[in-house]
């Protein structure tokens, strides 16, 4: 693991970091932490955790979506854009034929 900074000018950072960190505690490890735990044990209650926050988890600033609903849509709107544009820049060119 290594120390990462929070960007120079984003104050935010630190709070956003801080409140997941604080959902991770609350929703995954609870009070299980413990000396007599290992990291191994851990990392596999983190790893499970990560897939349900991902996929499974809905979120309120997500419009009741998971983080992957999100971002298939993200990726379906980006698509249909970009197709969008395609065609509006063929057609324009044929006009012009």
Not at 9 to 26: K, M, S
Not at 50 to 72: D, G, I
Request: aromatic share 10%.
């Amino acid at each position: 693991m290594s120390t990462r900074h929070t960007r120079l000018g984003r104050p935010n950072d630190n709070a956003h970091i801080e409140r997941f960190n604080r959902t991770v505690q609350e929703e995954c490890l609870g009070s299980s932490i413990s000396y007599k735990i290992t990291t191994k044990h851990i990392q596999t209650k983190l790893d499970d955790y990560l897939e349900y926050y991902n996929f499974k988890r809905v979120h309120l600033s997500l419009q009741c979506k998971t983080p992957a609903e999100m971002l298939q849509g993200l990726e379906f709107s980006t698509t249909i854009v970009r197709d969008s544009q395609f065609f509006a820049q063929h057609q324009a060119a044929s006009c012009h034929l």
